[in-house]
C-alpha cells in the first residue's frame, strides 16, 4: 500500500507545485527555458491565476495557451526586451494563411499579459502576418506592445472581450482585425503605410466591437499620409473612437466601405470628441457618426463588456 501512495504523493505535489510563480529564462536560471514549457506546465482549467514570469530575452517559439490553459497570467521582465516572436505569414512555404500565420494563440479565457512583446517579424512585404490572436473570453493586456505589418492583433472570436490599457501597436493594414469586442484605453496605434487602422467583422447581434477610449493615433509620416480609421472587413462592423488624439496622417473621410457601398447601410462608424490635426468631422464619409455627449456616456468598461460578472478589467 505505501509503494502504491508514493507515485500518487509525487503526483499530487507535482501538480500543486505548478500553481505557484513559474519562472521562464532563456539561460536556465529560471523553471523552464522556454514559455511553451510553462504554459504547459499549468494545471488544466486552474480556477486562481497562475503567474508566469518571463526574464528578458527574444523568444522565437509559435506560443499557443490552448482552451483548457485558464486563468494565466504572464508578466515580463520589460516590455520592451521580453519578446515573443516568430515569422510566420500567408502565402510562406508552410501554407500558413490568417488564421494559423500568428506568433502567439491564446485560445484560453482569462488570460493576462503585462510588460511583454508580441511581435511577428516576417517583413514589411510578406503579407498578413498575425503577431496576437485571441479567441478566449477575458483576456487583459496591460503595458504590452503588438509590433509586425498587415494584421497583426486578430481578435478572431464573437462574444469574446478583450481589453488592452496603455498598449502599444503598430502596423500597416487592417493591423486591428475580428470579431470581438475590444476596449483600447490609452493605448498608442502607429501606421506604417497608407492604409487602414482597423477591418472588425462584428456580428450583427453583438451591440460592441472596436471601442478605442483616450488613444492616440500616429504614424511614420514618409510612409502614412493617408490613413483610414477602418473599413468593415463584414458588413456589422462597429468601431468607435472617443477622445482620441488623431495625427495629419488620417484622411478627412475618416472611414471606408471596402469598396461595397452596401456596407454603408450596416456598419456602424463613430467618433466623439477627436482631437488634433486628423480630427475633421466635417470631412467625414456621410454615413459615419459624430456622437452626442448623452451617446458617448453609454461607452463605460461595464457596458461595453455586460459586466455583471466580476470581471471588470478597468478597476
Known sequence: ??????????????????????????????????????????????????????????????LVVPTLKTHIKMVGEDKDNTVLTFNDHTGDAGGHNTYTSHSVLVQANDFSAENLTFENNAGYTAGQAVALHVEGDRCTFRNCRVLGNQDILFLAADHTRQYFRDCYLEGTTDFIFGASTAVFEHCTIKSKK??????????????????????????????????????????????????????????????????????????????????????????????????????????????????????????
Open 1 to 62: 500500500m505505501k509503494l502504491l501512495l508514493l507515485p500518487l504523493l509525487f503526483f499530487v505535489l507535482g501538480t500543486q507545485a505548478q500553481t505557484g510563480p513559474i519562472t521562464v529564462a532563456q539561460d536556465g536560471s529560471g523553471t523552464y527555458k522556454t514559455v511553451q514549457e510553462a504554459v504547459d506546465a499549468v494545471p488544466n482549467q486552474s480556477q486562481k491565476p497562475v503567474t508566469i514570469f518571463i526574464k528578458k530575452g527574444i523568444y522565437k517559439e509559435k
Open 194 to 315: 497608407s492604409s487602414f487602422i482597423t477591418a472588425a467583422s462584428t456580428p450583427a447581434q453583438q451591440p460592441f466591437g472596436f471601442v478605442f477610449l483616450d488613444c492616440k493615433l500616429t504614424a511614420d509620416t514618409t510612409l502614412a499620409k493617408k490613413v483610414y480609421l477602418g473599413r468593415p472587413w463584414r458588413p456589422n462592423a462597429k468601431v468607435v473612437y472617443l477622445n482620441t488624439e488623431m495625427g495629419s496622417h488620417i484622411t478627412p473621410a475618416g472611414w471606408e466601405n471596402w469598396k461595397n457601398p452596401e456596407n454603408e447601410k450596416t456598419a456602424y462608424f463613430a467618433e466623439y470628441k477627436s482631437t488634433g490635426p486628423g480630427a475633421k468631422p466635417a470631412g467625414r464619409v456621410a454615413w459615419s457618426h459624430q456622437l452626442t455627449a448623452k451617446e458617448a456616456k453609454q461607452y463605460t468598461l461595464k457596458a461595453i463588456f455586460a459586466a455583471s460578472e466580476p470581471w471588470l478589467p478597468g478597476k
